[in-house]
């Protein structure tokens, strides 16, 4: 297995690990956030970095979706942003592979079903990029 195939592993193992046991989306006042510091909650990729870094995400770019600029800025753009902090090189593949798992996490609203909706998900998500699904 590749490094960068090794940490996508890793971060898409915590991301489903941390929505499955939240059990619900993180939608604040203007929708999908990060975090909401009221009920603790974050996305998913606000799931995938620390809690200090989700707070940054949320402070500084407001809802979420991944947004890509020039390289020579990337600490001024959130994909820069979260990519250092998953230390990931900012690639298509890396950047689809956030964006699929943030899709993942925006498109489930059903609480009621949130779980088996996130399950069909991350199992296409690792179908795509290869990795394994154990849940």
Excluded: W
Aim: hydrophobic residues 35%.
């Amino acid at each position: 297995m590749s490094e960068n195939k090794a940490k996508l592993q890793t971060i898409f193992d915590r991301v489903v690990s941390h929505l499955l046991k939240q059990g619900k989306a993180s939608v604040g006042k203007y929708g999908c956030s990060y975090y909401v510091r009221e009920e603790n909650l974050r996305c998913a990729i606000g799931g995938a970095v620390n809690k200090d870094v989700a707070r940054h995400l949320q402070s500084r770019f407001g809802g979420t979706g991944i947004v890509v600029g020039s390289p020579i800025e990337k600490e001024k753009t959130l994909v820069g942003v979260v990519c250092d902090a998953l230390d990931l090189e900012i690639t298509n593949e890396n950047v689809g592979f956030l964006s699929n798992l943030q899709d993942m996490h925006d498109s489930c609203r059903d609480e009621d079903d949130f779980c088996n909706t996130i399950l069909v998900d991350a199992k296409r998500v690792a179908r795509d990029y290869e990795l394994s699904f154990s849940y």
